[in-house]
């Protein structure tokens, strides 16, 4: 069984800085991708970064430069560094591995969410 633990969501005024942390947990033998989402009220659920085993990065356009995003493959916690937030940053954002292989069975992988941590920025 694979759990992922978010944390460091909360209310912070524009221009302010939070860090997301998401640990997965569990028979883990890799993880591919490392991830964060988020969906605004009203909006779809969008990628704002990603990670992979590597350490390649791919970011939003509307976050390049302000988020950073970076794992710790030894814990199998991935972070997400937010830099002079906006109000339109806020939402919910939720944790994504993706390609996770399990000590039981290695052959196979699968992808998980987290259960989201609330952001709001406010002006």
Same mark, same amino acid.
């Given at each position: 069984?694979?759990?992922?633990? %978010? ?11 939070? #860090? ?5 947990? =569990? #028979? *883990? @033998?890799? *993880? !591919? +991708? &490392?991830?964060?989402? #988020? ?6 659920? %969008? ?6 085993? +590597? /350490?390649?990065? !791919?970011?939003?356009?509307? $976050?390049? =430069?302000?988020?950073? *995003?970076?794992?710790? !493959?030894? %814990?199998? +916690?991935?972070?997400?560094? &937010? ?12 944790? #994504?591995? /993706? ?8 052959? @196979? ?11 709001? $920025?406010?002006?």
């Amino acid at each position: 069984q694979v759990q992922l633990v %978010e944390s460091g969501g909360g209310l912070v005024q524009a221009g302010g800085s939070l #860090r997301l942390s998401c640990a997965a947990s =569990g #028979r *883990i @033998y890799s *993880i !591919n +991708t &490392m991830g964060w989402y #988020r969906q605004a009220p009203g909006k779809q659920r %969008e990628l704002v970064a990603l990670i992979v085993s +590597t /350490g390649n990065t !791919n970011y939003a356009d509307s $976050v390049k =430069g302000r988020f950073t *995003i970076s794992r710790d !493959n030894a %814990e199998n +916690t991935v972070f997400l560094q &937010m830099n002079s937030l906006k109000v339109e940053d806020t939402a919910v954002y939720y944790c #994504r591995v /993706g390609g996770l292989r399990t000590t039981t069975h290695p052959a @196979y992988s699968t992808d998980y969410w987290g259960k989201g941590t609330l952001v709001t $920025v406010s002006s």
